[in-house]
């Protein structure tokens, strides 16, 4: 009963999708308000008809019921219960489920939180975001449907989730990415609204900006978690593979970096207007590319749930119409008087301009990477991959070419800006940064590195800008005590990702040229010495867990006299699928992890073992949460909240509501 | 120039030499690594290059996994059940390695025509397939799975 029920919930969600992607906009056009305002009203019945679905899927998963096939095919009666609710992702079906709640989710805070809008515009975004909820909604009620039953043969025991998957990174991963991927609909649809109202202007950055910092944030946590995840669950210590599917959410990401900015200069100073637009679009269009990837089966990966050719039709064809009428759209709208130019070369704008090549730039190096394997296979060219190699030679370069910028830019003044002011503001900090990183790489085992010096030289570069503007802004030294008020949510945020983005490039760096590993064969009483620490293996047991059995190793680390730790990584069988699982074991600090995976036993008492020594790994997550927090920080700003009284006027007339 | 004319062109010539020299960077880099499949006939064949990356994959034969005694070498034969191609390995292998199962193994080929590998993928989880390596087994039906005749 309870899944006919979800069923049902989710094919009224359908036609409240429907009646949301149908009304508001007829209302838009005819100017009927009755229409118009009908659209929180529709946003929010589609929340809750597809939040009773959610929570009957959830039940189902819960309770057992192996009726259910996704239930059957991804749960199991021995598994825990709090994996038992995240299995609900953990597969194609659920996670589609949990894509379109998290769409209505942010459909409902949009109508929540636009008081200060007019309403046409309330309606146009909402309307949007309604159609692209007709899309996903019909995907999964036509080709994956997750309360399809098993009947009359029901499994006496489900197949059990992938183990992989079962972990606690994974309860919240996919939520928070999603929230990311998805959100970005939310300055697409804004995007859409103002093309349709006809008028681009700087109080639709305004409204735009606080929901792309947010969606950009929690898919920079997202994107961190996963990296993460993949460091201690995959069993051999890498954080990035440059996989296809890892690259599906990294380029919405890096387009969303050119969006973030961009919307700035929109807000700011009026300009970039119609290429904001199209950054938006872009940015949704490759969240969509990227689900079309993962859930299409055309990738070989952990993502890739199911491979069903007509999955990906569908999504290719709901892709097909969502870029190209988006892209029609602004073909016919976009503003097409070019916006004068009324800033120098020498400005903020062109900083911010050079961050938008870069990462634009970068967005287009990924795709090509990712999709070049896809379009020889599909023109029978043969089976291409492209490695590693090819992104990091592309995309470190360009990467290290945005960084000088990256402390000029908040030091910068808005449309004139002068070389020797800028000379003036950083030739000290700067002269500083060069002594630190011809001295710091020496910290670092003794020999010269020169690419530790050169991370040293950009991350200080970015993070001494961010000082400066901090001293410069507080007025240290000015005489008239500090000036807190000046740092606002939205620089506090900005510093705060930037200096995450420097601490990002530290870890990258150092633990790729300093990273020290060792794959060996060690029995119980052997020893080895890795980065200056001694690595004991005394001991070898056996270990039930709820739903697996585990072979475990316990190692002693020492360095000198002084205990370390005691690791105990396992190698872990589970009994549903027979999987083989390995669970490394962390010593995790600022500078350092100490990582021990277990690979098989290969003779009596003897197993194989991957040890490593992996310096500054964690600067790579902290730097990356930095980013996400600041981006979040940024929306507590107040001028996103004095905007609904004060200008609503001005408001009203720029949308357009009278034509 | 007019001021605007003139700050119009440095802007175009900025994106065009930033993009043409990220585009050429990207073609100069693809072109050097990027690796192709190859079925295990084709490389028995002789038909894959011994002097580039290539990729390898299929079913690992049945008791053809031998591990050195003292040290983490591997060495097994991949089949696509028309030839069989032998893989060296160093190293630890994938969870999901086993024999019987589906891999894809990348590296180069020595003059014996046995690929040393440098990193070998396992599918990750049981019921899924490499996609290159069940279009290489498409047709091909495995030996063992044909009726036994006395």
């Keep these: 009963m309870i899944p006919e029920i979800g069923h049902l919930a989710l094919i009224i969600a359908f036609v409240f999708a429907m009646g949301l992607a149908v009304i508001p906009m007829w209302g838009a056009v005819r100017g009927n308000s009755a229409a118009l305002n009908l659209a929180p009203t529709l946003a929010m019945g589609l929340l809750v008809f597809v939040a009773i679905a959610f929570a009957m899927l959830a039940v189902s998963f819960l309770k057992d019921d192996f009726s259910v096939a996704v239930v059957a095919a991804n749960s199991n009666s021995l598994l825990p219960a709090i994996f038992k609710f995240s299995a609900l992702w953990g597969n ?24 200060g809008l007019p309403s046409v515009m309330v309606a146009r975004v909402l309307s949007v975001m309604g159609m692209i909820a007709v899309g996903f909604l019909a995907f999964s009620l036509l080709t994956s449907n997750p309360f399809e039953r098993l009947l009359p043969n029901i499994p006496l025991d489900g197949n059990d989730l992938n183990p992989l998957l079962q972990d606690p990174g ?14 970005l609909s939310v300055p697409f649809a804004f995007a859409i609204a103002a093309l349709l109202g006809g008028r681009l202007d700087a109080s639709w950055a305004r409204w735009s900006r606080p929901w792309t910092n947010v969606a950009w944030g929690f898919l920079s946590l997202g994107i961190m978690l996963g990296s993460w995840w993949a460091y201690y669950e995959l069993g051999w210590g890498g954080w990035w593979f440059w996989d296809p599917v890892e690259n599906a959410s990294f380029m919405p990401w890096l387009m969303g970096t050119a969006l973030v900015h961009s919307l700035a200069v929109t807000e700011k100073r009026g300009v970039f207007r119609a290429w904001t637009v199209l950054l938006a679009i872009f940015a949704f269009s490759l969240s969509l590319l990227g689900t079309f990837l993962v859930r299409s089966g055309v990738l070989t990966s952990v993502h890739a749930f199911a491979s069903d050719p007509e999955r990906g039709l569908f999504i290719l064809i709901f892709l097909a119409l969502v870029i190209g009428g988006s892209l029609l759209l602004y073909a016919v709208r976009a503003p097409t008087v070019a916006s004068r130019i009324n800033y120098t070369a020498v400005s903020r704008e062109s900083l911010l301009m050079v961050n938008n090549l870069v990462f634009t730039v970068s967005t287009i190096i990924v795709l090509l990477g990712t999709l070049f394997p896809l379009v020889m296979d599909a023109f029978s060219l043969g089976k291409y991959s492209v490695g590693p190699p090819y992104f990091n030679a592309v995309f470190v370069p360009l990467m290290a070419l945005v960084m000088p910028f990256m402390a000029i830019g908040p030091l910068s003044r808005w449309r004139e800006d002068s070389a020797a002011r800028w000379l003036h503001e950083l030739l000290v900090p700067g002269a500083v940064v060069v002594v630190f990183a011809l001295a710091v790489p020496l910290l670092f085992g003794g020999r010269f590195n020169v690419w530790i010096a050169l991370a ?7 993070a001494i800008g961010v000082l400066k503007d901090l001293w410069r802004r507080l007025g240290v030294g000015s005489g008239y005590g500090l000036r807190w008020q000046t740092l606002t949510p939205s620089f506090l945020g900005m510093a705060t990702a930037h200096l995450g983005f420097a601490a990002v490039v530290m870890g990258a760096v150092v633990v790729t040229q300093l990273n020290e590993e060792r794959d060996l064969l060690m029995e119980v009483g052997d020893v080895e010495f890795l980065g200056g620490y001694r690595f004991e293996l005394t001991a070898l047991s056996r270990q039930a867990g709820p739903n697996y059995m585990a072979d475990q190793a316990v190692f002693e680390i020492t360095q000198g006299d002084k205990p370390i730790a005691t690791l105990i990584p396992e190698k872990r069988r589970y009994f549903a699928s027979g999987q ?7 010593d995790g600090s600022v500078w350092r992890d100490l990582y021990i995976a277990l690979g098989e036993p290969v003779e009596e008492g003897a197993w194989a073992v991957r040890l490593q020594f992996k310096p500054m790994v964690r600067w790579l997550w902290l ?12 929306v507590a700003d107040r001028r996103y909240r004095r905007q609904s009284t004060v200008k609503s006027a001005a408001i009203a007339e720029a949308t357009g509501l009278a034509g | 120039m007019h001021p605007a004319r003139k700050q119009r062109l440095i802007l175009v010539s900025l994106v065009v030499v ?8 990207a073609a100069y880099a ?13 490389v028995a064949a002789g038909k894959a290059p011994i002097d580039r990356t290539i990729r390898l994959g299929g079913m690992v034969v049945e008791g053809s996994i031998e591990r050195s005694r003292d040290e983490l070498d591997t060495t097994f034969w991949v089949t696509d059940y028309k030839a069989s191609v032998a893989i060296r390995y160093s190293g630890i292998l994938p969870d999901l390695f086993a024999e019987g199962e589906g891999i894809v193994a990348e590296g180069r080929l020595d003059e014996q025509g046995v690929l040393i590998a440098t990193q070998v993928l396992a599918k990750h989880d049981e019921n899924y397939m490499p996609p290159e390596v069940a279009a290489a087994l498409e047709g091909n039906t495995p030996r063992s799975a044909a009726p036994y005749q006395p």
């Excluded at chain 1, 194609?92 to 805070?109: C, K, Q």
């Excluded at chain 1, 730097?623 to 940024?634: Q, V």
């Excluded at chain 2, 693809?30 to 084709?42: K, M, Q």
């Design chain 2, 30 to 42: 693809l072109r050097d690594n990027i690796n192709l499949f190859y079925p295990p006939a084709e």
């Design chain 1, 456 to 462: 040293v030289l950009l991350s200080g570069w970015v």
């Design chain 1, 170 to 183: 994974l309860i919240i991963h996919p939520p928070l990415l999603y929230m990311g991927y998805v959100g």
């Design chain 1, 623 to 634: 730097g990356g949460a930095l980013i996400g927090f600041g981006a979040l920080l940024t």
């Design chain 2, 18 to 25: 930033l993009s043409s020299t990220a585009i050429g960077l």
């Design chain 1, 92 to 115: 194609h079906e659920g996670s589609l489920l949990l894509w379109v709640l998290i769409l209505s989710g942010w459909m409902a805070a949009v109508s929540w939180f636009s008081h």
């Design chain 1, 580 to 586: 083989m699982m390995t669970e490394a074991a962390i």
